[in-house]
């Protein structure tokens, strides 16, 4: 199927499921996205294009299905990819960010001492979505204040509105494929960008 851009391509493949994890949630589910070839392409497209205006110079994937779209937006640039993971799946010496949950507490890691180049490198970094803003402010902290590097942005595919993820993430330009407008295409062309609303 030809989709006209991705957000046609999100709205017609992302498999809603009500009531889960928990009752009153809508799920989207982007598996059925990332499965269809011209869908994943048009997204991937939309997330390097925002990572290039944003002045990428390595890409920053969150665990996990940041993992998938940061590695295919790395490639596409010509870019490294880094692997901001879950605490825990990284052997030691690592970096660490710890972040407040609804009950409890999660944190993100990056190794210590590996030879990664990240001290003031532009960092953009690349997730699914963006809900209450706690693991991409926490992603920030980590390259920002333990490993010196710059977050020059965030992209990411769909956003949960109404769980204040954009006031943790204000100062930094945000592209949300799923909502944002289409980019300019030719000469000069910038993504759709959701700075600070």
């Not at 994943?40 to 665990?63: P, S, T």
């Not at 970096?95 to 407040?100: D, F, I, L, Q, T």
């Not at 609804?102 to 532009?122: I, Q, S, W």
């Not at 977050?151 to 592209?175: I, N």
């Amino acid at each position: 199927m030809a989709y006209a851009d991705a957000r046609q391509a999100l709205k017609d493949k992302t498999r809603l499921v009500p009531d889960f994890p928990e009752k009153g949630v809508l799920f989207e589910d982007l598996t059925p996205v990332l499965a269809d070839a011209e869908a994943f392409a048009l997204v991937i497209d939309e997330l390097a294009a925002a990572a290039k205006a944003y002045g990428a110079e390595m890409i920053g994937g969150l665990d996990a299905r940041g993992f998938l779209l940061g590695s295919a937006v790395a490639y596409k640039l010509g870019l490294g990819v880094l692997a901001i993971r879950k605490q825990g799946k990284l052997p030691p010496p690592v970096y660490n960010e710890s972040y407040a949950l609804e009950y409890g507490t999660a944190a993100l890691e990056v190794p210590k001492n590996a030879d990664m180049g990240l001290k003031g490198k532009n960092i953009v970094l690349i997730d699914d979505v963006l809900a209450t803003g706690g693991t991409l402010a926490a992603a920030r902290n980590l390259l920002e204040q333990h490993c010196g590097a710059h977050v020059s942005g965030l992209a990411v595919v769909l956003e949960v509105e109404g769980l204040g993820g954009r006031e943790k993430t204000t100062g930094l330009p945000l592209t949300v494929i799923g909502t944002d407008p289409a980019p300019v295409t030719g000469h000069g062309a910038r993504p759709g960008l959701a700075q600070d609303r």
